[in-house]
C-alpha cells in the first residue's frame, strides 16, 4: 500500500502560478503509476494528469495541456504538478492519486490523498 500527503494549494489570482506536492510513503512507489485529480463541489473527480513509474511517459486532460506539468522523484517518493497561467475554472480541490497498474485515468485508481484546495481568482 502507499499513502499520499499533498501541499502547496492555496489562493491565486488568474495568470498565476502553483505548484502542487504529493509525498508518498511506502518502498514501492517507483512502481506505482501517478496522477492528479481534481474535484469541484457537485462534480465527479476528474482526471487531470498523470505519469508512468519511470516518468517517461505523462498523460495530460485537454483542458490543461500546455498548462500544467507532472512529475516526479522517486528518490524522494514524491510527485509534483506544476500549475502555470491559472484560471479561474482551476478552482478545485486537487488530489493525488496513485495505482499499480498502467492505466492513466486517475478517476480509477486505488490510492488517494485527502487533497488540497486550489482557488484561482479573477
Known amino acids: 500500500q502507499v499513502q499520499l500527503v499533498e501541499s502547496g494549494g492555496g489562493l491565486v489570482q488568474a495568470g498565476g502560478s502553483l505548484r502542487l506536492s504529493c509525498a508518498a510513503s511506502?518502498?514501492?512507489?517507483?512502481?506505482?503509476?501517478m496522477g492528479w485529480s481534481r474535484q469541484t463541489p457537485g462534480k465527479e473527480r476528474e482526471f487531470v494528469a498523470a505519469?508512468?513509474?519511470?516518468?517517461?511517459?505523462?498523460y495530460y486532460a485537454d483542458s490543461v495541456k500546455g498548462r500544467f506539468t507532472v512529475s516526479r522523484d522517486n528518490a524522494k517518493n514524491t510527485v509534483y504538478l506544476q500549475m502555470n497561467s491559472l484560471k479561474p475554472e482551476d478552482t478545485a480541490v486537487y488530489f493525488c492519486?496513485?495505482?499499480?497498474?498502467?492505466?492513466?485515468?486517475?478517476?480509477?485508481?486505488?490510492?488517494w490523498g485527502q487533497g488540497t484546495q486550489v482557488t484561482v481568482s479573477s
Open positions: 492519486a496513485a495505482d499499480p497498474g498502467r492505466n492513466y485515468y486517475t478517476p480509477i485508481y486505488n490510492y
Open positions: 511506502g518502498r514501492t512507489f517507483s512502481s506505482y503509476i
Open positions: 505519469i508512468s513509474w519511470g516518468g517517461g511517459s505523462t
